[in-house]
């Protein structure tokens, strides 16, 4: 046996670090190659990731709620054979030259990939991904005793345990001693291992936000469905421990207001710091100008509830939105200026030929803004199930990292929050971002007099290095007409 250890890898676009959200194995588990060992968040997304080796887990560098850079050790296998410090250097193989085809970084499927010689037919390992082991029982899901009070009570002695492992120093600090292990030994007759509570169930925000309160799930009575435990039954938990603090505890400064308004504190990671860094660097490198257009979208959104009647959108979700984001794109080719980017370094303006659109969503982790790849390749009906997958990933937590970079241009809907307009600030490297308002009922002109008609304000930001007025003017307002008057679309193509 020979020990073997997993480095955490670059998830895509240089990313320097991610959060250990759960370990789904624990030291001493049996794994097989490819099986998931742990869930993971990078600054654009949450990502499993997938054993190298086959063999057994000697030890684990991070804890759960960890932050750990990218090639900082997060994992020690025992397996058979091979030399962990001077692993042999092998070639790329075929199955990552085209992973990377595939738009998968060749060094991420080399990070992944075992060191130790492969079969003859071997494929790339991929975050998420990889070969499918055929044959073989599938290792059995770790229980924990998550509730350790609702299983029966046993006396034990601790024995110290012959073979502790070494002190190991992470993140730059000083070895510390670990704690001594110890071996219980039983001298009552303990529960056996099916009468211990299953884990709770609870999605991964949740579990993080329990844990940064202090809050044992165990003891939360979850209120979704099935059990499921949600982020205000954690809140509720962790208020009721604030006022029953307050109320015994007297030197305990007084809270002030009720309980539910006492503070609390959130680390700043993953995706809500990635946000934060961003629209720093947006907001003080690149030039922003944003200019305003309210408009009649009344003929508009008759043409999106016409659209339900036809084969193609028949029961599908179909909004303003879709309607929207063709008219970005059609608009875009009138002004390929507006699709471009400020390559600093070569001191060269870079204008696309593809449009990657990008779609801002507020997700329960933070914003992210995943876009339609070759957006401008597709009809009405395509991007409406582009964006109908865009969105349902978004809400899920399954969004790719892939799906989060490479975008050229972006729409924010902050009409669905009932806001009418804003000062939109550029995603990093893109040129505008059209923020499109609430559609609203109201009277306004129309044919020389006054009726109730479908209005909508419409936000353009762009950076005036790469567009100047004129041309961001005549973008929003090819726009605008389109929306208001979708038949003009014939004299723009």
């Known amino acids: 046996m020979s020990a073997k250890r997993f480095a955490l890898p670059d998830l895509g676009e240089g990313l320097t670090e991610s959060e250990i959200v759960e370990w ?124 350790s009070e609702a299983a029966p009570t046993a006396a034990t002695t601790e024995t110290p345990t012959p073979d502790a492992p070494a002190p190991v120093a992470t ?39 329990a844990r940064d309160l202090g809050i044992d799930l165990a003891e939360v009575q979850g209120t979704g469905e099935d059990g499921l435990i949600t982020r205000d ?54 030039p922003h100008v944003t200019e305003f257009l309210t408009i009649d979208v009344t003929a508009g959104m008759d043409l999106v509830r016409s659209l339900g009647n036809t084969p193609e959108f028949r029961g599908k979700r179909l909004s303003i939105l879709t309607l929207v984001a063709k008219a970005v794109i059609l608009a875009a080719k009138r002004t390929p200026e507006v699709n471009s980017t400020w390559d600093e370094g070569a001191q060269e303006i870079v204008q696309y030929g593809h449009v990657h659109l990008g779609i801002a969503a507020a997700t329960g982790r933070g914003l992210i803004v995943p876009n339609i790849k070759n957006a401008d390749t597709l009809n009405l009906a395509e991007l409406r199930n582009e964006l109908d997958t865009l969105i349902e990933a978004a809400r899920s937590g399954s969004t790719t990292p892939a799906s989060l970079t490479g975008g050229t241009m972006t729409i924010t809907n902050v009409g669905v929050f009932g806001v009418d307009a804003g000062t939109p600030i550029l995603n990093p490297g893109e040129a505008v971002i059209l923020a499109m308002g609430a559609v609203r009922r109201m009277p306004w ?49």
Do not use: C
Request: charged share 25%; no cysteine.
């Open 24 to 147: 789904k194995v624990a030291v001493g588990d049996t794994v097989t190659l490819n099986q998931i060992i742990a869930e993971v968040e990078t600054a654009k997304a949450l990502v499993e990731l997938p054993s190298p080796f086959a063999g057994v887990v000697s030890q684990l560098f991070a804890d759960e709620g960890a932050t750990v850079q990218v090639g900082d050790p997060i994992v020690e296998f025992d397996v058979d054979g091979g030399d962990v410090e001077n692993p042999p250097s092998t070639p790329v193989s075929e199955a990552a030259a085209d992973a990377a085809a595939d738009g998968v970084p060749a060094e991420l499927d080399a990070t992944l990939t075992p060191a130790t010689p492969a079969p003859a037919e071997r494929q790339a390992v991929l975050v998420g991904y990889g070969p499918k082991v055929e044959g073989g029982p599938r290792p059995a899901r770790r229980t924990r005793a998550w509730a």
């Open 233 to 286: 039954d954690v809140e509720r938990v962790s208020a009721t421990r604030v006022a029953a603090s307050a109320g015994t505890d007297e030197t305990q400064p007084p809270v002030r207001g009720t309980a539910t308004g006492a503070e609390t504190r959130t680390p700043i990671r993953g995706v809500r710091k990635a946000t934060a860094q961003a629209m720093v660097r947006s907001a003080f490198t690149a």
């Open 445 to 493: 002109e129309y044919r020389g007099e006054i009726a109730l008609r479908e209005v909508m304000t419409l936000s353009l930001s762009f950076d005036h290095r790469l567009v100047d007025g004129e041309q961001g003017s005549r973008f929003l307002v090819d726009i605008g007409i389109i929306l208001s008057d979708p038949g003009m679309v014939l004299t723009m193509v």
């Open 171 to 209: 993140n730059g600090d000083t070895p510390k001693a670990p704690a001594p292990t110890t071996q219980q030994t039983p001298t009552t007759e303990q529960a056996p291992e099916t009468e211990q509570s299953e884990r709770p169930r609870s999605t991964p925000p949740v579990r993080k936000l």
